[in-house]
C-alpha cells in the first residue's frame, strides 16, 4: 500500500490555544527524530490562517514576531527535507485578536461556511500565498478544518480558481453535528482514491477533485472508554506535548455513538489511538493491498506513548509497504501537480 503521514499543524482552538514552542515546534521535532530513523517524510497541511494572523500582530507584538519566526522556519525546514507543505484552513482566526496577554480567541465563525464565497475566495487566496511565500513550491492539497467540508458548493470555485484539487478530509462514515461542526461522510465511495466534482462523498471519474480519504478501522465501544480512561488518568506517557486546551467539537450524539456501539474510527497517530495502528493497516491491506493508507495527527495532540507506537508502527510498514508524499504519489503516478 501507499501510506500517507498526515498532520494537522495547528494550535487548539479553545480559550487556551497553546504556545508555538509546546504545542508545534517541540512535538514536530519528535516526530521528525521517529521519522528520521526509517527515512520517511510527512504532509503537513499548515493552519496557513494562523500564520497570517501572527504575521498581522507581528509589527506590534515582539512576542507574535518570535512565534512567526521560529514557525515559519520550521516549515521551510520541513519543505527543504522533503516533507510536504499543503493548505489547512480554520478560518476563525480571521476573528482572533492578539495583545501582550496572548491570543483571544474568538470561534464563532468556525465554520468557512460562515463566509460568503466572495470572502472563501479571497481566504483560500491569501492562505495559499502564504505556504508559496515560505516554500516557493506549488500548493495543491487541501483538507478543511473540523472536516468542514460540506455543503461543498460553497467551497468549490474558490478551490478550483487557486488550484487546489487534491482533498484529503474525508473518512468513511464520517458525521458530526454541533454548534461548531457539521459533516456528513456517510455513504462515501469505498475507494482510497477516486474523482468528484460537485459533491465529494459523489463518485465523479471526470471530476476536477480527487479525494484520497483518510483511512478508518472498526473498533468496539471499550476502545473509547479506555481512551477516555487514558486521557483523564493516564501517566506522563499519555500526556500531551502541547499546553493548549481543545475547544470541543464532537456532538453529543456522535460520542454517545462511539461509546455505546461498534464503529469506525479514524486511523490516528495521536496519543492513544496510535495503538491501533499496526491492526489497522494490516486490515486495511488485506481488503486492498495496491490502495491507499492514511494516517491523520496533530502535533499537539502527540504523546510519547503515541511516539513509541508510531516507531513500532514505522518498523513494520517500511518492510512492506511505500509510505510517501502527495508531491511523490503524484510524480510516480503521471499526475501533473498543476492537475492539467
Known amino acids: 500500500m501507499n501510506i500517507f503521514l498526515t498532520l494537522d499543524y495547528e494550535l487548539f482552538s479553545g480559550s487556551n490555544p497553546g504556545s508555538v514552542k509546546n504545542s508545534i515546534i517541540i512535538p514536530t521535532q519528535?516526530?521528525?527524530?521517529?521519522?528520521?530513523?526509517?527515512?520517511?517524510?510527512?504532509?503537513?497541511?499548515?493552519?496557513?490562517?494562523?500564520?497570517?494572523?501572527?504575521?498581522?500582530y507581528a509589527k506590534e507584538y515582539q512576542s507574535a514576531a518570535e512565534d512567526l519566526n521560529v514557525v515559519t522556519k520550521q516549515i521551510r525546514e520541513l519543505h527543504q527535507k522533503g516533507h510536504d507543505v499543503q493548505l489547512h484552513i480554520h478560518p476563525h482566526w480571521e476573528d482572533c485578536t492578539y495583545d501582550e496577554n496572548g491570543w483571544h480567541m474568538d470561534t464563532s465563525r468556525f465554520r468557512i461556511h460562515s463566509f460568503s464565497k466572495e470572502e472563501i475566495d479571497d481566504i483560500v487566496k491569501r492562505y495559499k500565498k502564504i505556504l508559496i511565500?515560505?516554500?516557493?513550491?506549488?500548493?495543491?492539497?487541501?483538507?478543511?478544518g473540523g472536516w468542514c467540508l460540506q455543503p461543498f458548493d460553497k467551497l468549490k470555485e474558490a478551490l478550483k480558481q487557486n488550484g487546489i484539487w487534491l482533498d484529503s478530509t474525508v473518512y468513511e462514515d464520517g458525521y458530526n453535528s454541533s454548534n461548531t461542526h457539521f459533516y456528513d461522510f456517510r455513504g462515501s465511495p469505498k475507494k482510497s482514491f477516486y474523482r468528484f466534482e460537485n459533491d465529494p462523498i459523489a463518485e465523479d471519474e471526470n471530476g476536477y477533485f480527487a479525494e484520497i480519504p483518510i483511512s478508518t478501522y472498526k473498533v468496539s465501544p471499550l476502545f473509547f472508554w479506555q481512551f477516555a480512561y487514558f486521557k483523564k488518568f493516564g501517566k506522563d506517557k499519555h500526556k500531551v506535548f502541547s499546553d493548549g486546551i481543545g475547544a470541543g467539537g464532537t456532538s453529543n450524539s456522535s460520542m454517545f455513538r462511539m461509546l455505546t456501539r461498534s464503529s469506525k474510527s479514524l486511523v490516528s497517530m495521536d496519543g492513544y489511538r496510535a495503538k491501533l495502528l499496526k491492526k489497522?493497516?494490516?486490515?486495511n491491506a488485506k481488503e486492498d493491498k495496491n490502495g491507499n493508507f492514511v494516517v491523520i495527527g496533530h502535533p499537539k495532540a502527540l504523546t510519547p506513548f503515541s511516539l513509541k507506537k508510531l516507531d513500532f508502527f514505522l518498523e513494520y510498514a517500511t518492510k512492506e509497504h511505500t509510505i510517501t508524499t502527495f508531491s511523490n504519489f503524484c510524480k510516480n503516478n503521471g499526475i501533473n501537480l498543476s492537475n492539467k
Request: aromatic content about 18%; glycine content about 6%.
Open 30 to 56: 519528535k516526530l521528525l527524530e521517529v521519522g528520521d530513523k526509517y527515512d520517511v517524510r510527512f504532509i503537513f497541511f499548515i493552519d496557513s490562517g494562523y500564520i497570517q494572523r501572527l504575521s498581522y
Open 133 to 144: 511565500d515560505i516554500t516557493g513550491d506549488e500548493i495543491f492539497a487541501y483538507r478543511a
Open 280 to 283: 489497522a493497516l494490516i486490515a
